[in-house]
């Protein structure tokens, strides 16, 4: 059995990525692929619980470098447990938001040093590395918008209820790491309608991988 492939989505609050992973995998499905949805952090009985602490904001006072271990020990269980299980039967993995996230959100926008990235990334990834990474660029606005929508009170997660120009960090980290990776890396403007970003999602992906009905190359 051929190894599967493994997508990630990636960008900042309220991008639209939940959404786009749930449709992909249905385009993915209806083409006769078996598809494995995940998220992080989470996506393992353990990085769940990692994830319930981090976005509670009670490990908070561990420091961004406390937070980053969190993110890294969460995310190797989650490949040991989910991801590299799925890849190894051939399944494809969807991923809403992967290493990253940590790059972007503890590094660029929050300071981690890019050497403690690159050496966090080294061990908790691996070679498990994704074959494709969607980001989904739109203005802040839009987005904190949207989550405010969503949660009805615009208070939001550890996460979310940072300033603004924190999120504006996060967007320009995002685009600085699909510039540097441009070969696995694709920008997809999410300020959309999501029907419209759905569409482009899927030819993406179709033409990425040489997809046919039947779901084979
Ligand atoms: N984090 C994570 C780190 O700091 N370091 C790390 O290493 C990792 C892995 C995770 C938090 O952890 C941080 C980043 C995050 O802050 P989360 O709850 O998983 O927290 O948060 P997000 O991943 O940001 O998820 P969100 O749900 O906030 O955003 P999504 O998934 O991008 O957006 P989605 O699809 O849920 O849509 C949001 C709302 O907008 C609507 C949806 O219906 C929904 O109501 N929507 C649209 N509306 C209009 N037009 C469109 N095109 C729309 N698409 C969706």
Excluded at 21 to 38: K, P
Excluded at 126 to 133: H, I
Excluded at 170 to 185: E, I, M, S, T, Y
Excluded at 189 to 208: F, K, M, N, P, Q
């Amino acid at each position: 059995m051929a190894r599967g492939k493994f997508i990630t989505f990636e960008g900042g609050e309220g991008a639209g990525k939940s959404t786009q992973v749930r449709r992909l995998a249905e385009h993915l499905r209806a083409l006769g692929l078996d598809v494995v949805v995940t998220r992080e952090p989470g996506g393992s009985p353990s990085a769940e619980a990692i994830r319930g602490l981090l976005l509670s904001g009670r490990v908070r006072a561990l420091g961004t470098l406390g937070e980053a271990y969190l993110f890294a020990a969460a995310r190797m269980d989650h490949i040991a447990e989910t991801i590299e299980p799925a890849l190894e039967r051939g399944a494809w993995v969807i991923c809403d938001r992967f290493a990253d996230s940590t790059r972007v959100y503890q590094g660029a926008a929050d300071g981690l040093d890019v050497e403690i990235v690159d050496d966090l990334e080294r061990i908790a990834v691996g070679n498990c590395r994704p074959d494709l990474t969607i980001v989904i660029d739109l203005p802040v606005d839009v987005g904190l918008a949207r989550v405010a929508g969503r949660s009805g009170n615009g208070t939001g997660d550890r996460f979310e209820a940072e300033a603004v120009a924190v999120h504006e960090a996060r967007r320009q980290g995002f685009l600085g790491v699909a510039a540097a990776n441009p070969d696995r890396c694709v920008v997809i403007d999410g300020a959309r309608e999501a029907d419209a970003v759905t569409s482009d999602i899927a030819a993406l992906v179709t033409g990425r991988f040489g997809l046919a009905i039947g779901g084979r190359a």
